[in-house]
């Protein structure tokens, strides 16, 4: 069974620009969360979707967006790129995204976002 | 999240079981314990979880104790591969938080050859 697919694995953007993540879930999984990881927040959560729906979000600014298709396959946005964002961007699946209830999410190896 | 307390670091000579103890003593009784571990520069990966009873799975073994208040994760050959940091989490069972990973800052096992 394939795992989570984030694409690209790197990338280097300049202040005001705009990126486009992609993850693909583990066949079969209907949730999908992204998670933004730096040395000093450590991991933070941004958002989860649920058959295309945003069910709960995290507390980032406007810029950060996302959505999910049909396919489960999940696209995460940020626009109007500041030096703070760098960092390793990481998408996440699950069976039902409850952790709590015997349903581990499984994380993809991420997008590394530098900006200058 | 229930608290959990981890050792910083661990080290493990190659080929040797690596056992990593977490304590948890504030887990309520519906709680599971996850176990994650990630290496540099990757995403973390899924280990192993548990509840009341212990588990075994490819990766390794999980050995909660009677009254649930501890764990220990159990790497039965470690392998140079294994070196990373690992995570011992107890994600709250509410409405609030059960939908989000929190990660502490978990203990970092060397591997030695």
């Known amino acids: 069974k394939a795992g989570v697919t984030q694409t690209p694995r790197y990338l280097i953007k300049t202040r005001g620009q705009q990126v486009t993540l992609s993850c693909s879930p583990i066949?079969?999984?209907?949730?999908v969360s992204w998670y933004q990881q730096t040395p000093g927040q450590g991991l933070q959560f941004l958002f989860e979707?649920?058959?295309?729906?945003?069910?709960n979000k995290g507390n980032f600014p406007g810029r950060f967006s996302g959505r999910q298709f049909s396919n489960s396959r999940s696209e995460m946005n940020v626009s109007t790129l500041e030096l703070g964002d760098s960092a390793l961007y990481l998408c996440?699946?699950?069976?039902?995204?409850?952790?709590?209830?015997?349903?581990?999410?499984?994380f993809g190896n991420g997008t590394r976002l530098t900006v200058t | 999240d229930a608290k959990t307390t981890q050792p910083p670091s661990m080290d493990c000579a190659e080929g040797r079981a690596a056992n990593l103890p977490c304590n948890h003593s504030?887990?309520?009784?519906?709680?599971?314990v996850y176990w994650y571990r990630q290496i540099h520069s990757q995403g973390p990966q899924y280990i192993i979880h548990?509840?009341?009873n212990n588990e075994t799975n490819e990766m390794a073994s999980l050995i909660i104790t009677e009254d649930r208040k501890s764990s220990t994760l159990i790497l039965p050959h470690a392998t140079l591969r294994d070196t990373a940091v690992y995570y011992c989490?107890?994600?709250?069972?509410?409405?609030?938080?059960?939908?989000?990973?929190?990660f502490g800052k978990g203990t970092l096992l060397t591997v030695n050859p």
């Open positions: 996440a699946s699950s069976n039902t995204g409850s952790i709590t209830y015997n349903s581990p999410l499984h």
């Open positions: 548990g509840l009341k």
């Open positions: 979707y649920f058959s295309e729906t945003q069910r």
């Open positions: 504030t887990i309520s009784g519906n709680e599971y």
């Open positions: 989490i107890a994600p709250l069972n509410s409405g609030g938080s059960n939908y989000k990973l929190t």
């Open positions: 066949s079969g999984h209907r949730s």
